[in-house]
């Protein structure tokens, strides 16, 4: 069943006490301060009878973590059928089982440490999945793009809560769809791969909005999601740009109040929207990065 | 030789043309820019005959980033005697050559995905090596802080040139020692390892100031590292805080013009600093977070 608007959106619910938790310390004065600070526990993510990695995350959505983390690197193919996946909160464990055998014993033994906020643990071939790729042709209205900005950035989020947390949006048109946040901006991308998976989301009328920056991992798994634009306010490495030229991606980057720089898939850009009435971005809301 | 203040100190070289390369696109008026971009390039570390990991880095200091990598992840030993570090540009290989024999094959199979910009491959025991582990007593003066902050916000840096990057900076009270910049943070940390164990450095009177998080895996690594301090511009992980708590590291966090948040070891701050000569950091030189 194809769903090209999942309804309701997916938004940060930073008032889960699961996410959080209130940490008690000194300020610069030596005064008592209380913060909330965000959690970060192992999952431990099973294909089948194969126990593939442990993720570092702050513990929402390990269903959909397990699925986009599975599906990123190839693990788990585009028709793959899916008949369970369970979650054990208690030994931290999620196990994906599909209709298809599976064995990636070798592929697990194949790692790429990659950079920044990234996966690390890149197996063999994120990159053969790029061969012959060609990401299809859409608008993007640069007035949809300064819309998601400002949304993203003032919606309640565990960033604005406790910051130290990267997020992942999935957007069409102006809309924000899936807003991920975690403590690994891979697994944000990753936990809006599988979310996509599951419910068989259309990838061609999307873009992905990231507050991280523009690795070569990230343009690499925005590309085998089928998503043509790639959006930040962060910045760029000169390997991602590279990727995403070769593949036909959409890469912005620096997108601060009316600000952004395009530096891949100029052609699909609309400059629609009128600069002059683009706020410049409130400090509150101002990112400061979760780096 | 047990050197307690190397010279001369290692600062970034945003000049240099292997790091940064320019790119040419376009801006939000669909004006041609051309903004230069951090290069991202792989480096696969050996340790004697065996392929440890692949890592993603801007390339410079390769010989460090092995030798941390190995040494943070418990491969190397305080004691080994390292009987070579041979780089090879055109292959981008580095291999680590120690006089005890090494064989690792079952760990490098233990892998551990880390939040945020972490490693991602952090093989089997890095939480093993913080048992019984606790860091030396210190004095830490928040006018030191400051100043550290201070400089390192404004000197020449990559981050500054091109952003997209992090920083580790190992400090002697007031001053930069060696700072070292990467597109992952764990490769930053890495490099400052290596150096520490390659020119036995003394950890017990320096601080670690990184300007990414503070997750478990990068407060594991400063323990690890025997450094008694580690200070950030940036926010918190729970875990990180307990890590931090149990093996009693001194973590300073938020640190912002005037404002900082301590979470752990707030026992070794000496709060000397006049907080009202301490000046709000400049918007030009407020990092935006390489996230």
């Known amino acids: 069943m194809s769903v090209t608007q999942p309804a309701p959106p997916i938004l940060p619910d930073p008032d889960d006490p699961r996410l959080t938790r209130a940490v008690t310390g000194t300020d610069q004065t030596g005064a008592p301060v209380e913060i909330p600070v965000v959690e970060e526990r192992p999952l431990t993510i099973y294909l089948n009878r194969q126990e593939i990695v442990t993720a570092m995350t702050i513990g929402d959505h390990p269903d959909y973590l397990a699925l986009g983390f599975l599906r990123?690197?190839?693990?788990?193919?585009?028709?793959?059928?899916?008949?369970g996946v369970d979650f054990d909160e208690?030994?931290?464990?999620?196990?994906?089982?599909?209709?298809?055998?599976?064995?990636?014993?070798?592929?697990?033994?194949?790692?790429?440490r990659t950079s920044?906020?990234?996966?690390?643990?890149v197996f063999g071939d994120m990159m053969e999945g790029l061969e012959g790729l060609s990401l299809p042709a859409a608008e993007i209205r640069t007035s949809w793009l300064y819309a998601l900005a400002r949304q993203i950035n003032t919606m309640p989020s565990l960033y604005l809560r406790a910051g130290a947390i990267h997020g992942t949006?999935?957007?069409?048109?102006?809309?924000?769809l899936v807003y991920m946040e975690d403590v690994g901006r891979h697994n944000a991308v990753d936990k809006v791969a599988g979310y996509m998976f599951r419910h068989d989301v259309t990838a061609a009328d999307k873009i992905l909005y990231t507050t991280g920056r523009l690795t070569s991992e990230m343009v690499i798994k925005c590309a085998l999601m089928g998503?043509?634009?790639?959006?930040?306010?962060?910045?760029f490495t000169a390997w991602g740009v590279e990727i995403a030229r070769q593949v036909g991606l959409t890469l912005i980057g620096r997108m601060r109040g009316q600000r952004f720089v395009c530096l891949s898939g100029d052609a699909r850009l609309i400059r629609d929207a009128d600069l002059a009435s683009v706020p410049e971005e409130d400090r509150r809301h101002r990112r400061k990065g979760a780096s």
Chains 1, 2 share one sequence.
């Open 227 to 235: 998503i043509p634009a790639l959006a930040s306010r962060s910045g």
């Open 169 to 176: 949006v999935l957007c069409q048109a102006d809309r924000p």
């Open 72 to 83: 990123n690197q190839g693990m788990l193919r585009p028709d793959d059928i899916v008949t």
């Open 116 to 121: 920044g906020c990234a996966v690390g643990t």
């Open 90 to 112: 208690e030994v931290e464990t999620v196990v994906v089982r599909t209709a298809r055998q599976t064995s990636y014993e070798e592929k697990v033994q194949k790692k790429t």
